[in-house]
């Protein structure tokens, strides 16, 4: 006889995400407290053996829908939280960032970060580390937060022995992979390498892309005040050779573009390079209020949106955001929307978009059937968007 128990939710309403289905009035998941069993209407749901045989825990106003994933942090930053200028800018908030200790972190603060991000709802989280990868990736582990933990690449010179590009690791919940920097930053021959790594290995990669007008003048061979400021930072910029197209066009020359590059921020892109990250299937991550904080203005989110990306949203930083709620990226995003977006297109951003570019799709990104059992209450201040959803109170 089995012994397994199951535990059944029953929500106002639910989004499953499941691409085709509708929103769901009066829902219900059952789960055996790893995966789901059941995910659809109470009505139907609650005939389960399964439903019957457990008990039952309401949440009569919830609208539930699969736990989110922040596309982009950099937790290993978390301590510099109110500690640059704002809107001045890329070169002046990357002054203010490397006047202070960048790398200097505490295990105890970090792992705070992630509890809190779980109880928010947050299930998956894309983190860059450039110093310390495999501490964040054993931090996020322990907190039950499933992840990809990105070893950045920055600077010229290739890893050495130690610091592999993808370094060793088996970890419950996610794998370290890695990511490059930026295009100005890095070496090219690095970038690809780091690209080849993750191919080879099987995993997603990251690559801040077409953040700001100074990484597009940078590449069209300016000499501008940001060079200076790498220059200090020891980056042999007299040995960098300037493309002289737009940054989009030299990641795919680079054959940084694929359906398994995540290609984050997409602020300065026109629309040749929205072809190209169509054609090359690149996954893209919006940042909205990070790049509002330094002051670079804002990806043509609704362009994106209409050429039919695979796009995510991150928070970035503390560095460069008030909190790692990704919750208040899309609440911030949709308040600044010019186009139209259904509540399913919307959620799409912090579901199963991301769980698609990360590779994780078999697991998360939607209520269904044999998925990990997570989920999130989807706010206030996102549904309000949508007042026809029906939402009490
Ligand atoms: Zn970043």
């Given amino acids: 006889m089995s012994t397994k128990q199951f535990f059944t939710l029953r929500a106002a309403g639910m989004l499953t995400m499941v691409p085709g289905q509708e929103p769901i009035h009066d829902a219900a998941i059952v789960h055996d407290g790893r995966f789901i069993v059941h995910a659809g209407p109470w009505s139907r749901v609650r005939a389960t053996p399964e439903a019957q045989s457990g008990p039952v825990t309401r949440m009569d106003d919830a609208i539930l829908c699969p736990g989110v994933f922040n596309a982009h942090t950099h937790l290993e930053m978390s301590h510099m939280l109110g500690k640059t200028v704002q809107g001045q800018g890329f070169t002046a908030w990357m002054k203010s960032l490397v006047a202070n200790p960048m790398y200097s972190m505490s295990d105890q603060d970090v792992a705070a ?38 070893n950045e690449m920055i600077f010229f010179d290739p890893p ?33 390498q780091a690209k080849a790594s993750c191919a ?82 690149t996954n893209v991550c919006l940042c909205p209020r990070s790049n509002a904080h330094i002051g670079e203005g804002r990806a043509p989110w609704e362009r994106l949106m209409r050429a039919g990306l695979n796009i995510c949203l991150g928070t970035d930083g503390l560095g460069s955001n008030q909190d790692l709620n990704v919750w208040n990226e899309l609440a911030w995003l949709l308040e600044r929307y010019e186009d139209e977006l259904s509540l399913e297109q919307a959620l799409a951003l912090v579901t199963r978009n991301p769980a698609r570019a990360m590779g994780v799709s078999a697991s998360l990104g939607t209520l269904e059937p044999g998925k990990i059992a997570r989920w999130s209450a989807v706010p206030r201040d996102v549904l309000r968007h949508w007042p026809a959803f029906g939402v009490n109170g």
């Fill in 113 to 150: 970060h992630c509890r809190r991000l779980r109880r928010l709802g947050t299930v998956h989280v894309a983190d860059i580390s450039t110093k310390q990868a495999p501490r964040l990736a054993g931090i996020l582990d322990d907190s039950g937060v499933f992840f990809v933990a990105f």
């Fill in 160 to 192: 050495d022995q130690d610091t592999k590009f993808v370094p060793a690791g088996r970890f419950q919940h996610g794998v370290l992979s890695c990511a490059g920097h930026a295009l100005y930053s890095t070496h090219p021959h690095i970038l690809q």
């Fill in 200 to 281: 080879r290995h099987g995993l997603p990669h990251s690559l801040h892309l077409a953040e700001n007008e100074e990484e597009s003048r940078i590449l069209m061979g300016e000499k501008i005040e940001f060079v200076e400021l790498l220059e200090r930072a020891n980056i042999p910029m007299h040995r960098f050779v300037p493309p002289r197209v737009s940054p989009v066009r030299r990641a795919a020359d680079l054959g940084l573009l694929d359906e398994h590059t995540l290609a984050v921020h997409c602020v300065t892109v026109d629309q040749e390079d929205i072809r190209l990250l169509v054609e090359t299937r």
